[in-house]
């Protein structure tokens, strides 16, 4: 049955890959093994799931398996995708909840969360220094005042996130132009 053939195959890349970009030779390796899709079908799925909001994985398993088996195949496909990701979520938030009070758990994670924190905080700076700096490397203050007004717009007012990504966008068409 193509639906379970579907699943499995995206279940073995959900496993096997690390998301993203890592995902793309599996797909183009199972589609073209099955016989599903063309070359052109592939390359489009690539394209399709480049360009469309979300993770590469969902998007390109959506379109796989929608080109596939229509509907109930793109859904198929999609469960596959994440059922590693979601089983293996299952099993370490079961793992956490178990050990939460061993000793053990306790020191592991006194270790890993600083690490996190300064993994967030290297993003914070990486993205900052691209967003904030001119090409001459020097502070671009527009983009300064959009970032400290859409801050306290999020935190301030308690405005939705996606109601200040359009509200600083609007800010940065009228500030620097459309193009």
């Known amino acids: 049955m193509i639906y379970l053939e579907l699943f499995f195959s995206f279940v073995?890349?959900?496993?096997?890959?690390?998301?993203g970009m890592s995902m793309v030779p599996l797909i183009l390796e199972e589609m073209s093994t099955h016989g599903w899709m063309s070359a052109e079908d592939l390359t489009n799925l690539i394209a399709i799931a480049e360009m469309t909001p979300g993770p590469l994985g969902v998007n390109c398993a959506t379109f796989a398996g929608t080109?596939?088996?229509g509907l109930l195949g793109g859904l198929a496909a999609v469960v596959g995708v994440l059922a590693p990701a979601?089983?293996?979520?299952?099993?370490a938030a079961v793992f956490f909840h178990r050990f939460r009070d061993s000793q053990v758990m306790t020191n592991i994670m006194s270790f890993v969360k600083p690490i996190c924190i300064s993994m967030i905080l290297n993003v914070i700076l990486t993205l900052s220094l691209e967003n904030y700096l001119t090409e001459s490397q020097m502070p671009d203050v527009l983009a300064i005042v959009i970032g400290l007004i859409s801050c306290y717009l999020v935190l301030g007012r308690k405005w939705s996130v996606p109601k200040v990504i359009g509200s600083a966008a609007a800010l940065g068409i009228v500030c620097f132009g459309f193009f």
């Not at 073995?12 to 690390?18: A, E, N, V, Y």
């Not at 979601?86 to 099993?91: A, F, V």
Request: aromatic share 18%; no cysteine; net charge positive.
């Open 67 to 69: 080109q596939t088996a």
């Open 12 to 19: 073995r890349i959900g496993f096997t890959s690390f998301g």
């Open 86 to 91: 979601y089983t293996l979520t299952l099993g």
